[in-house]
C-alpha cells in the first residue's frame, strides 16, 4: 500500500505537532511555507516544495497550518486541485467565507476538515459522552476556563485583522465545547478586558463570553492570554439537572509529552496529557474518514458554527449588547 501524500503548507509553532502526527502516520510528507520550510523538513525528513503548485502536485491531502487570513485562499486553491483539505481552526476570519470554503469542498467532492482538535482530549470526549448518556441530566451551566502564556509579541495572533484575537483564535476550541456539548446556540455577550477597538490586541488579555443556548442552558467560557511562564491551564465545570461533571488539567499529573517547540512559539499550546497526541489521534480520524467515507468527529458546518459564534462575540465587544444568532443548521456530510 502506497503512503499517504500529504501536503504541508505552513511551518510556524502549529506546525510541529502536525508533522509529529504526519509522521506517527507514516506519511509521505511535503512541505511549503513562506519561511521555516526547509528546517522543518530537515527536522522531520520531509521533502520541500518550491511553490505551491508543486506542493499541489505532490500531495493528495492538503493540511493547513498557517495565519487565520490565509485559510480561505488556499483551502479554495487545494480544492480546485483536487486535494482533501485539513485546516487549523477557525476555519476562516468569517462565517461568509468559511461558508464558501464548505461550498467549494461539497461541489467538488473533496473532503474538509476543520481541525478543532480538543474534540480529541481524552477527557472532553469523555465529558461529552457522559453528558449524552444522561449522566448529569439536561445540561444547566457549562463554565469552560482556558489560558496560558500569550503567543509571542508583536505576532499575527494579536492583530484581530489578521484573524488574530483571543476569542477568534484561542477560546475558539471552548465555544466549540459548548456546542459540542449543549447544542444550538441564540444569544452571545462577550466582554474582556482591553478595549474592543483597539486593532491590536494586548499581550496580556482575559475575554468572557456568555453564551444562551436554544435549549435554555447558559455556557460561560473565559480564555486568558498571560504573562510569559503563565503555566497552561484548561478546565470545564458542568452542571445539570441531575448532578455535575469536571476536569481540570492542574488537579492531577498525569505522564505527559512536552510538544516540542513550545517555547519557541510562544508557550500557547497545551500540554498533552496522555500517550497519544490528540493532534495525531485527529489526523489519523480525518484519515479513517477518508477512507471509509463516514463522517469525522468535526464536519465542515462544525467550522462555520464555531466562527459564527466568534463572530458574534466580536460583534458583541464592540457594540456592548448581546447579539441573538441563527446557526447554521447542523447537517452530516453523507447527508448531501
Not at 493528495?60 to 481552526?89: F, Q, W
Not at 469523555?126 to 448518556?133: D, G, I, P, S
Not at 456546542?179 to 452571545?188: C, E, M
Amino acid at each position: 500500500m502506497k503512503p499517504l501524500r500529504v501536503g504541508l503548507i505552513g511551518a510556524g509553532g502549529i506546525s510541529r505537532v502536525h508533522a509529529d502526527g504526519w509522521r506517527a502516520l507514516d506519511a509521505d510528507v511535503t512541505v511549503f511555507s513562506q519561511e521555516g520550510a526547509e528546517a522543518l523538513a530537515a527536522e522531520y525528513g520531509f521533502a520541500v516544495a518550491p511553490d505551491l503548485e508543486a506542493l499541489l502536485a505532490a500531495c493528495d491531502l492538503v493540511d493547513i497550518v498557517t495565519s487565520t487570513t490565509s485559510h480561505g485562499p488556499l483551502a479554495h486553491a487545494a480544492i480546485r486541485a483536487g486535494k482533501h483539505v485539513i485546516c487549523e481552526k477557525p476555519l476562516a476570519g468569517t462565517a461568509a467565507e468559511a461558508r464558501e470554503i464548505v461550498t467549494a469542498a461539497r461541489d467538488a467532492g473533496v473532503r474538509l476538515f476543520p481541525a478543532h482538535v480538543v474534540r480529541f482530549f481524552p477527557d472532553y470526549v469523555a465529558l461529552r459522552e457522559q453528558v449524552v448518556a444522561g449522566r448529569i441530566g439536561e445540561p444547566a451551566v457549562l463554565r469552560f476556563l482556558r489560558g496560558g502564556e500569550a503567543p509571542r509579541t508583536g505576532s499575527w495572533f494579536h492583530v484581530e485583522a489578521e484573524g488574530g484575537g483571543i476569542i477568534r483564535d484561542q477560546m475558539i476550541h471552548d465555544l466549540d465545547q459548548a456546542l459540542w456539548i449543549a447544542g444550538d446556540v441564540v444569544r452571545v455577550y462577550a466582554v474582556r478586558s482591553a478595549p474592543a477597538a483597539d486593532a491590536i490586541a494586548p499581550d496580556a488579555v482575559t475575554a468572557h463570553v456568555v453564551l444562551t443556548h436554544a435549549s435554555g442552558a447558559v455556557s460561560h467560557v473565559q480564555g486568558t492570554w498571560g504573562p510569559p511562564g503563565l503555566q497552561f491551564r484548561t478546565s470545564a465545570d458542568l452542571a445539570g439537572s441531575r448532578g455535575t461533571l469536571s476536569i481540570d488539567s492542574t488537579a492531577y499529573s498525569p505522564s505527559r509529552i512536552e510538544l516540542p517547540g513550545a517555547s519557541a512559539s510562544g508557550g500557547y499550546l497545551p500540554p498533552q496529557t496522555n500517550v497519544l497526541s490528540p493532534y495525531t489521534a485527529e489526523l489519523r480520524a480525518f484519515v479513517a474518514a477518508i477512507a471509509s467515507g463516514e463522517d469525522a468527529a468535526v464536519t465542515p458546518v462544525d467550522g462555520v458554527r464555531a466562527v459564527q459564534l466568534a463572530e458574534a462575540a466580536a460583534a458583541s465587544l464592540i457594540t456592548g449588547q448581546p447579539v441573538e444568532v441563527t446557526l447554521d443548521p447542523i447537517e452530516t456530510e453523507n447527508a448531501r
